[in-house]
């Protein structure tokens, strides 16, 4: 189920949950219907609405911060391909397979992942890779695989003199740093919002519309008004679950930083 189906889920719970609870009123008793009762129940419902309202909240600035962050490290991982060919261009011919096997991995890491988006063009891109990604993010065995036979070819480089030496071991040293990047963005692709978690705060907020339907004057108005609850409620957690999906959904991370670093790669 994806993030707009989990919305849209929520939001008719909540209002079966208002429309139970307005059905059912008028067959409370009176004792049930008391101003007392009435008064306890807006006050419970005051405070499970406000406890709501935090959780609500404090999710939506941990998924934007984890969106940001995600963002950032794309940013990161492009400057570490563009730094890591610039390196395989200085060192000299020795490495031209390599930075040729580099774009290769570019163009697939933008097809993998940004699936609904038009793939880069050029000759380059391998037509043997899948058409959708094997895993989550930009990892794939066929990604993996290519970084490893740029590494093993990196490693077995036989410098030639003191300069290349270094520009071997400059190269070494930002592959090690592109790697991490990449492993990094790998895990901070997977949702972090725990299943047990939502299903605890569908049940809370289902509560509160069910509460909200016993205190509800039964009248167009009330239920239009318990209807944009439902849907800004349901929007809310809309937002959450897409940015909770960087990779994916409505709002996915751009691309343009990877295209960026394979346009010069591919100079």
């Given at each position: 189920m994806n993030e707009l189906e989990s919305s849209l889920l929520l939001f008719a719970i909540l209002m079966a949950c208002a429309g139970a609870a307005v059905l059912i009123r008028p067959l409370l008793?009176?004792?049930?219907?008391?101003?007392?009762?009435?008064?306890?129940?807006?006050?419970v419902v005051t405070m499970m609405v406000t406890f709501a309202?935090?959780?609500?909240?404090?999710?939506?600035?941990?998924a934007k911060s984890s969106f940001d962050t995600v963002e950032a490290d794309i940013r990161g991982f492009a400057v570490e391909l563009i730094e890591f060919n610039r390196c395989l261009r200085e060192y000299g011919p020795d490495t031209g397979s390599d930075r040729a096997l580099l774009r290769v991995y570019t163009a697939a890491a933008i097809a993998t992942t940004w699936t609904d988006e038009i793939p880069p063009s050029g000759d380059f891109y391998p037509k043997m890779l899948p058409k959708k990604p094997l895993n989550s993010g930009i990892e794939s065995t066929d990604l993996t695989r290519m970084l490893a036979q740029i590494e093993f070819s990196l490693r077995r480089l036989d410098p030639p003199d003191t300069v290349h030496r270094s520009l071997a071991a400059d190269?070494?040293?930002?592959?090690?740093?592109?790697?991490?990047?990449?492993?990094k963005l790998i895990e901070e692709a997977h949702p972090s919002i725990a299943n047990p978690f939502y299903i605890v705060l569908v049940f809370w907020l289902g509560v509160v519309f069910l509460s909200f339907g016993l205190t509800a004057p039964r009248?167009?108005?009330s239920l239009t008004i318990l209807a944009l609850g439902a849907v800004s409620i349901a929007s809310v957690v809309f937002v959450i679950l897409e940015l909770d999906s960087p990779f994916g959904g409505y709002l996915a991370v751009s691309s343009e930083p990877l295209r960026d670093a394979l346009a010069h790669i591919s100079e």
């Amino acid at each position: 189920m994806n993030e707009l189906e989990s919305s849209l889920l929520l939001f008719a719970i909540l209002m079966a949950c208002a429309g139970a609870a307005v059905l059912i009123r008028p067959l409370l008793s009176e004792r049930h219907r008391s101003r007392e009762t009435i008064e306890l129940l807006q006050l419970v419902v005051t405070m499970m609405v406000t406890f709501a309202a935090l959780v609500l909240g404090l999710l939506t600035s941990s998924a934007k911060s984890s969106f940001d962050t995600v963002e950032a490290d794309i940013r990161g991982f492009a400057v570490e391909l563009i730094e890591f060919n610039r390196c395989l261009r200085e060192y000299g011919p020795d490495t031209g397979s390599d930075r040729a096997l580099l774009r290769v991995y570019t163009a697939a890491a933008i097809a993998t992942t940004w699936t609904d988006e038009i793939p880069p063009s050029g000759d380059f891109y391998p037509k043997m890779l899948p058409k959708k990604p094997l895993n989550s993010g930009i990892e794939s065995t066929d990604l993996t695989r290519m970084l490893a036979q740029i590494e093993f070819s990196l490693r077995r480089l036989d410098p030639p003199d003191t300069v290349h030496r270094s520009l071997a071991a400059d190269c070494v040293s930002t592959f090690d740093r592109l790697s991490q990047q990449r492993w990094k963005l790998i895990e901070e692709a997977h949702p972090s919002i725990a299943n047990p978690f939502y299903i605890v705060l569908v049940f809370w907020l289902g509560v509160v519309f069910l509460s909200f339907g016993l205190t509800a004057p039964r009248n167009a108005l009330s239920l239009t008004i318990l209807a944009l609850g439902a849907v800004s409620i349901a929007s809310v957690v809309f937002v959450i679950l897409e940015l909770d999906s960087p990779f994916g959904g409505y709002l996915a991370v751009s691309s343009e930083p990877l295209r960026d670093a394979l346009a010069h790669i591919s100079e």
